[in-house]
Each structure stands twice: as structure tokens, then as C-alpha cells.
């Protein structure tokens, strides 16, 4: 996203949930959550999941 200020309000937004306890995957303001969902609806693919799915399978690889 570029610099502007619909890039600030993003980031106050997401300063403000993290700052909450809220997760940006979950919290529906976010446009991050628009696009999640757009994916899930076209392709039927939940990029959550698979997200998930690494951390169980090679994050804890990392610690």
C-alpha cells in the first residue's frame, strides 16, 4: 500500500486492535479480512487454514 492516508488509517486501525488483544484474521473492519474472504468465496481456499497448517507442521520446528 502506499504512503497516504489510507495507509495511516490502516496501520492506527491495526496498532489499535493488536493494542485490543484482537486478531488482525479476525477483526472485520480490516480490509485484510475483505480479501481473506474474497479468496475463500472464488477459490474456496482459506489461506487461514493453511496458514495454520504451517505453524502446526514447520513453526514449531523453529522455536
Given at each position: 500500500?502506499?504512503d497516504?492516508?489510507?495507509?495511516?488509517?490502516?496501520?492506527?486501525?491495526?496498532?489499535?486492535?493488536?493494542?485490543?488483544?484482537?486478531d488482525?484474521?479476525?477483526?472485520?473492519?480490516?480490509?485484510?479480512?475483505?480479501?481473506?474472504?474474497?479468496?475463500?468465496?472464488?477459490?474456496?481456499?482459506?489461506?487461514?487454514?493453511?496458514?495454520?497448517?504451517?505453524?502446526?507442521?514447520?513453526?514449531?520446528?523453529?522455536?
Amino acid at each position: 500500500m502506499a504512503d497516504g492516508e489510507k495507509q495511516t488509517a490502516r496501520d492506527v486501525s491495526m496498532r489499535s486492535n493488536q493494542s485490543a488483544g484482537i486478531d488482525v484474521m479476525l477483526a472485520k473492519e480490516m480490509d485484510a479480512q475483505v480479501i481473506w474472504d474474497d479468496f475463500h468465496r472464488v477459490f474456496g481456499y482459506d489461506p487461514a487454514d493453511d496458514a495454520d497448517e504451517w505453524w502446526v507442521s514447520w513453526g514449531r520446528f523453529r522455536d
